[in-house]
């Protein structure tokens, strides 16, 4: 079983719409929690990181935990077309390691 | 800015060749990573290094060697390589909030 899952898509959404990422992870004692995107051919960018059940806001993103479901979720309000890329999802076991999962395509169509 | 710069940024190796990748940083972290990324695999981890000279294994680190002889640079070792080995290569480090990232190389074993 991979530490983290994430559904590969693409999903497809109409400008404007939500885009909603999703992700599982298999360590309970995970402790903290990721959301990278990644343009095609450059390196992921970190969008936010949540530690604490809830949710977390920042702009149009807002990221969703719950760890007794061991779920991470990602809401991309008024996507634009410069949302499209690939959203990387990573857990922190909390010893400096992170593992990634295979990342989410998503296309943003104008 | 991290002050993270990998090189070379390409590369077109033979098999059975060494090849070193060098990882590059300006504002002394501590713990530094390689990671590949190939399509359906997403990011995975091959070695990394909490302080100098102090480095572990990863989950995909046959076939490879790291130093890290100065805070600032960690080195990736292949030392024969093979087109397995074929991939981009990411080096990061860690911050308070996540990782940072290089550019990457892009390496081909023909």
């Known amino acids: 079983q991979k530490e983290v899952e994430q559904n590969s898509g693409p999903l497809s959404v109409p400008e404007g719409a939500i885009a909603s990422l999703n992700c599982t992870y298999s360590d309970r004692g995970s402790q903290s929690f990721f959301w990278y995107r990644q343009y095609s051919g450059k390196s992921p960018e970190l969008i936010m990181f949540i530690y604490s059940n809830g949710d977390k806001e920042d702009g149009r993103f807002t990221a969703q935990l719950n760890k007794a479901s061991q779920y991470v979720s990602l809401l991309i309000r008024d996507s634009q077309p410069s949302d499209s890329a690939t959203y990387l999802c990573a857990v922190n076991n909390n010893f400096n390691k992170f593992y990634f999962g295979s990342g989410t395509k998503l296309n943003v169509k104008p | 800015d991290a002050g993270i710069t990998q090189s070379p940024r390409h590369k077109v190796t033979e098999t059975g060749t060494p090849v070193t990748l060098r990882c590059h940083q300006t504002?002394?972290?501590?713990?530094m990573y390689w990671y590949r990324q190939d399509p359906g695999h997403g990011l995975r981890l091959i070695h990394y290094s909490y302080g100098v000279k102090d480095t572990d294994k990863g989950e995909v680190s046959d076939g490879y060697s790291v130093s890290r002889s100065k805070t600032e640079d960690f080195l990736l070792t292949l030392e024969s390589a093979t087109s397995s080995q074929t991939s981009v290569y990411f080096c990061a480090i860690s911050e308070s909030n996540g990782y940072t990232f290089g550019s990457g190389t892009r390496l081909t074993v023909v």
């Open positions: 504002e002394n972290h501590r713990y």
